[in-house]
C-alpha cells in the first residue's frame, strides 16, 4: 500500500526558510517521482516542483530562486527547502507521487503558516 | 508557463443530472491533460490522466475528452459523493500548471 505523510514546522517566522519532509512508503524512489504542490487557504493549486526518479529537479519558474528540492532514498524520504517566506506562502503544502506526469498518490498535507 | 483557464468556476446540478466542465490551455498540450477531485479538507485525487485515461478505481460515470487546447470532463449522472471541486492540471509542459478549480454544488 502506498503512502506518503508530509512532515514539517507548523509556523515559520517571514523571512526564514521552510524544511519540510515527505516520508513514503510502499514503493522505492529510486523508481518513481515526487512532487511538492501547495494550496493557500481558500484557493487553488500550485505545482512548485519534483524530483525525479533519476535525481534530477524543476521547479515552478515563479518560485525557482527560493526553493529546493532533494531526497534521501535509503530513507525513502523527499526534502523541500524554501527560503524567505513571506505570509503569502501561507498553504497546506503536499507531497505526490508523480507518474507520467501526473500526481497519482497524495500525502494528506501539512499546514504551513508564516506570521510573528 | 501554459496557462489553464477553467469554467465555469461554480455549477449546480440536480442528482442523476449530467454535468461538464471544461478546461482551456494557453497552448498546445496535446493530451497532456488530468483532472482531479478535492472534497473538503481532503487532499486531491486523480480521476483522469492523459485527458481521457480512467484512473484506477474511479467510478465509470466520469470520462474525459480533449485535445489540443481544449477539454471536457463530465459526469454521467451525479452523485451525491461528487459534490466537490475539481482541478485541470497540464502535465505536458514544465512547469505543470493547474486551472483554477470548479465547485460542483447541489442544487
Known amino acids: 500500500q502506498v503512502q506518503l505523510k508530509e512532515s514539517g514546522p507548523g509556523l515559520v517566522q517571514p523571512s526564514q526558510t521552510l524544511s519540510l519532509t515527505c516520508t513514503v512508503s510502499?514503493?522505492?524512489?529510486?523508481?518513481?517521482?515526487v512532487s511538492w504542490i501547495r494550496q493557500p487557504p481558500g484557493k487553488g493549486l500550485e505545482w512548485m516542483g519534483v524530483?525525479?526518479?533519476?535525481?534530477?529537479?524543476d521547479y515552478n519558474s515563479a518560485i525557482k530562486s527560493r526553493l529546493s528540492i532533494s531526497r534521501d532514498t535509503s530513507k525513502s524520504q523527499v526534502f523541500l527547502k524554501m527560503n524567505s517566506l513571506q505570509t503569502e506562502d501561507t498553504a497546506m503544502y503536499f507531497c505526490?507521487?508523480?507518474?507520467?506526469?501526473?500526481?497519482?498518490?497524495w500525502g494528506q498535507g501539512v499546514m504551513v503558516t508564516v506570521s510573528s | 508557463d501554459i496557462q489553464m483557464t477553467q469554467s465555469p468556476a461554480s455549477l449546480s446540478a440536480s442528482l442523476g443530472e449530467t454535468v461538464t466542465i471544461e478546461c482551456r490551455a494557453s497552448?498546445?498540450?496535446?493530451?497532456?491533460l488530468a483532472w482531479y477531485q478535492q472534497k473538503p479538507g481532503k487532499s486531491p485525487q486523480l480521476l483522469i490522466y492523459?485527458?481521457?485515461s480512467l484512473h484506477t478505481g474511479v467510478p465509470s460515470r466520469f470520462s474525459g475528452s480533449g485535445s489540443g487546447t481544449d477539454f471536457t470532463l463530465s459526469i454521467n449522472g451525479v452523485e451525491l459523493e461528487d459534490l466537490s471541486i475539481y482541478y485541470c492540471?497540464?502535465?505536458?509542459?514544465?512547469?505543470?500548471?493547474f486551472g483554477a478549480g470548479t465547485k460542483l454544488e447541489l442544487k
Open positions: 505526490a507521487i508523480y507518474r507520467n506526469n501526473y500526481g497519482r498518490y
Open positions: 510502499g514503493l522505492s524512489l529510486t523508481s518513481n517521482s
Open positions: 524530483i525525479w526518479s533519476n535525481g534530477g529537479t
Open positions: 497552448e498546445d498540450i496535446y493530451n497532456g
Open positions: 492523459n485527458a481521457n
Open positions: 492540471q497540464q502535465g505536458n509542459s514544465l512547469p505543470h500548471t
